[in-house]
């Protein structure tokens, strides 16, 4: 079974401030995914990716840039972060299933 | 552009019912149909997915879902229902050849015992 882990699992940041959030899977996928989780919104799709050194936008990618480095690593950068990212945040890999992160809680204050 | 529709925020059913929740979905092509399960405070899981074939498809957990070509819906059910079924359920779709994901809003399933 796909494994994959975010860290960190809670994140309170200050708006203005920079956060990372990491995802990492160890089942040698091509394609990774980060959503946000909002009420009433199901999962939005912010930025994807087919493999190391590949990002593509998704539908809500304004104010999240993402970095793939490695086939197992792919990140999501707030540079300037804003209470409306307040979310509930999930990577996501896989070819076709996708196979998900625990997620991550970030609060923006 | 593709967009997936669940019409029912929420389902509420009684234990031993038969279940069915709604999805539609607009795509130029023939997609990739799926469906999640989110148990409270949970992630996602995956319980189904459609790629080509038979239009019925078995998954995990008893449900089934049904691909209709001519309505452009991708249906989940089971029977019956169990009380553990209470969950909330995405509907997705992946466009064929540009390997972008979209979710449905989800619907909130309630199964009272």
């Known amino acids: 079974e796909a494994a994959v882990t975010q860290s960190p699992r809670n994140k309170v940041a200050v708006t203005g401030g920079k956060v990372t959030l990491s995802c990492n899977q160890t089942?040698?996928?091509?394609?990774m995914y980060w959503y946000r989780q909002d009420t009433g919104h199901g999962l939005r799709l912010i930025h994807y990716s087919y493999g190391a050194g590949s990002t593509e936008k998704g539908d809500i990618p304004d104010g999240y840039k993402a970095s793939r480095p490695s086939q197992e690593n792919f990140s999501l950068i707030l540079e300037l972060a804003t209470p409306s990212q307040t979310s509930v945040y999930f990577c996501?890999?896989?070819?076709?299933?996708?196979?998900f992160g625990p997620g991550t809680r970030l609060l923006v204050l | 552009a593709q967009s997936v529709d669940q019409p029912d925020a929420h389902v509420t059913l009684s234990e031993g019912a038969s279940l069915e929740l709604r999805c539609s979905y607009s795509?130029?092509?023939?997609?990739?149909l799926f469906w999640y399960v989110q148990y409270p405070g949970q992630s996602l899981q995956f319980l189904l997915k459609y790629i080509t074939g038979d239009t019925v498809v078995k998954g995990t957990k008893g449900f089934e879902a049904e691909f209709r070509k001519s309505n452009s819906s991708f249906n989940l059910k089971k029977s019956p229902a169990h009380w553990s079924d209470s969950a909330k359920y995405f509907c997705a779709l992946e466009g064929r050849g540009n390997e972008k994901i979209t979710f449905g809003a989800g619907t909130k399933l309630t199964i009272k015992p």
């Open positions: 795509y130029s092509a023939a997609p990739y």
């Open positions: 996501a890999s896989g070819e076709d299933t996708q196979y």
């Open positions: 089942n040698n996928h091509n394609n």
